[in-house]
């Protein structure tokens, strides 16, 4: 089963442009994290934000996170080519059970 | 600091077949995870250890998967026998807690003829 539900699916913009998808699950969490996959690769995580915090910033990289409506976004800033690859939510309930979602697949065009 | 080993990196196998995949995590890290990822998918879970001590593997086909973390470090998964539907790449993770975030290994490309 999987709780986190990314929108939208698959995302194509222009190379500069801002990029954001979204995240939406089920149940209380104690955290969530996003991840990226290129193509053929492992996941590597980007940013991780717990339950008690709202936003987080990693370089060009922006979280935010709504447990009121059990949301959390992904904000990329002046996308490049290598941004390229699928995003992926992944949520930590209270009893420490992570679940991944099906990822959202960004295409950075030249 | 190494990353997170696994291998083999890929595996071709006949049904009924058994296969193991092995992972050495990252030192120090006592949260260890496999993960089973279908093309297109996110990776779903299919066992998270906390040292030695399986602590989830209600998602672990237990009729023919098996997993074992001797000594809280490396940790071994096996299929026994291997179905068409298992192919799929299978990854291995470590993290200091379940708290943490986690860091992937490349993963094992399982293809069942």
């Known amino acids: 089963s999987q709780q986190g539900e990314e929108d939208p699916q698959a995302l194509s913009i222009q190379e500069g442009e801002n990029a954001t998808m979204n995240c939406s699950y089920k149940?209380?969490?104690?955290?969530l994290q996003w991840y990226r996959q290129n193509s053929g690769r492992g996941l590597v995580h980007l940013i991780l934000i717990r339950s008690n915090e709202r936003e987080k910033h990693s370089g060009r990289l922006r979280v935010t996170l709504d447990t009121s409506k059990k949301s959390s976004s992904l904000l990329i800033t002046a996308s490049r080519a290598a941004d390229t690859a699928s995003y992926f939510c992944a949520t930590v309930d209270r009893d420490d059970k992570i679940i991944f979602g099906k990822g959202t697949r960004l295409h950075i065009l030249p | 600091e190494a990353g997170v080993v696994q291998s083999p990196r890929y595996k071709i196998i006949e049904k009924k077949q058994p296969v193991a995949f092995w992972c050495n995590p990252i030192s120090g890290h006592n949260t260890l995870y496999w993960y089973l990822q279908n093309l297109g998918q996110g990776p779903e879970l299919l066992i998270r250890?906390?040292?030695?001590?399986?602590?989830?593997d209600s998602q672990l086909p237990k009729d023919r998967f098996s997993a074992e973390r001797l000594k809280g470090v490396d940790s071994t998964l096996k299929i026994q026998p291997a179905e068409l539907g298992d192919s799929a790449v299978y990854l291995c993770?470590?993290?200091?807690?379940?708290?943490?975030?986690?860091?992937f290994g490349p993963g094992t490309r399982l293809t069942v003829t």
């Open positions: 250890y906390e040292n030695e001590e399986a602590v989830d």
């Open positions: 149940t209380s969490i104690n955290n």
């Open positions: 993770a470590s993290s200091l807690s379940s708290t943490y975030e986690q860091y």
